[in-house]
């Protein structure tokens, strides 16, 4: 006979990975769903894991803000590609927590692995590598969709991928990233403080509306000065060896393919990429270069002398 508490239960019996990914689907259509799963995860953990979801959490709230969550099919869609890397985040964490909790299975990914010893061992190295592995591997599976999305929109997940690499770096190689400034990297960018938020919110960066309705040139030049400081003073000097230390960091040689001779390039063409130029502009860039160890690299800017042809 069919047992009856299986009938009424339908995770009894179900490994952990199955079971993650019916909690998703019941999430899958409610943004603020979503967002309570997000925030049950350290809400429900242990004291130490509860203190680390700030970046996480305040990512997520802006995306939800801005659109990007809501289903394809509403009156205001969203975006096929944030929600689905946005899933796959969510799905590794629910899955680790029920492994952890003694469902049966094993990890489905060895994202979901990292995501078991950062519950087991809370530390500032274990959450990046945890966190960081579950959005390589959404930006690897999903540049299919990815593609059809704006050229500006393109800009935006490649800036928010360096940034959260450049976060992580930050606290396990300071001196290769910020040079002199090396004793400051881990403190600001501990994932148990607020600090860590002036990195990874994009918030503060790009427009909070989406599509994004401005050009991808206007949209760089509208980003506030010490956002772009970071990104083409700090961080565009350091990309190659950036990547290189996050791909053996996440175990994740494919990483390497999202760079173009030093340049970002996920789902971007060698048609576009004079883009990323126009930001690396200003003798202030040049100074926090030098202070950090590095020169920059990059053309100088072409913004304001002359247009870049948009394409896309």
């Known amino acids: ?60 709230r802006w995306s939800a803000a801005r659109g990007v969550l ?8 969203g975006s096929a590609w944030w929600r689905s890397v946005n899933e796959g985040l969510l799905r590794d964490k629910v899955e680790a927590g029920l492994l952890c909790a003694g469902a049966p299975g ?23 590598r ?66 860590v938020k002036w990195f990874l919110d994009l918030g503060r960066s790009f427009p909070s509306v989406y599509p994004v309705t401005l050009t991808t040139e206007d949209t ?19 990309l190659t060896p950036l990547y290189a230390l996050a791909a053996a960091t996440l175990e994740e040689p494919r990483l390497m393919t999202l760079l173009d001779a030093g340049v970002p390039a996920y789902v971007w063409t060698r048609a576009e990429r004079p883009l990323w130029y126009v930001g690396n502009t200003g003798a202030h860039l040049r100074l926090i270069a030098r202070t950090t160890g590095v020169h920059l690299r990059w053309p100088p800017s072409p913004a304001r002398r002359r247009k870049i042809p948009l394409h896309g």
Not at 109 to 125: G, H, K, L, Q, T
Not at 152 to 166: C, I, K, Q, S
Not at 220 to 238: Q, S, T
């Open 70 to 77: 809501a289903t394809e099919s509403g009156a205001r869609p």
């Open 220 to 238: 760089i030049l509208d980003e506030h000065p010490l956002a772009r400081m970071l990104d083409y003073g700090v961080i565009a000097p350091r």
């Open 130 to 195: 945890a966190h960081n592995a579950s959005i390589v591997a959404g930006y690897l599976r999903h540049e299919d969709l990815a593609a059809p999305e704006s050229q500006v929109e393109r800009f935006m997940m490649n800036v928010a991928l360096l940034r959260v690499l450049f976060t992580h770096a930050m606290l396990v190689r300071p001196r290769l990233m910020l040079g002199r400034l090396a004793p400051l990297g881990p403190r600001l960018v501990d994932p148990r403080h607020a600090t």
């Open 1 to 60: 006979m069919p047992d009856a508490d299986a009938d009424a239960d339908p995770d009894a019996g179900a490994d952990a990975a199955s079971r993650a990914e019916r909690r998703i689907a019941l999430v899958r259509d409610d943004v603020a769903a979503r967002l309570a799963l997000a925030q049950e995860f350290y809400t429900h953990s242990s004291d130490p894991l509860r203190r680390y979801g700030h970046a996480e959490l305040s990512f997520l």
């Open 106 to 128: 094993e990890a489905s990914a060895r994202s979901v692995e990292y995501w078991m010893d950062c519950i087991r061992r809370p530390s500032p190295a274990a959450w990046y």
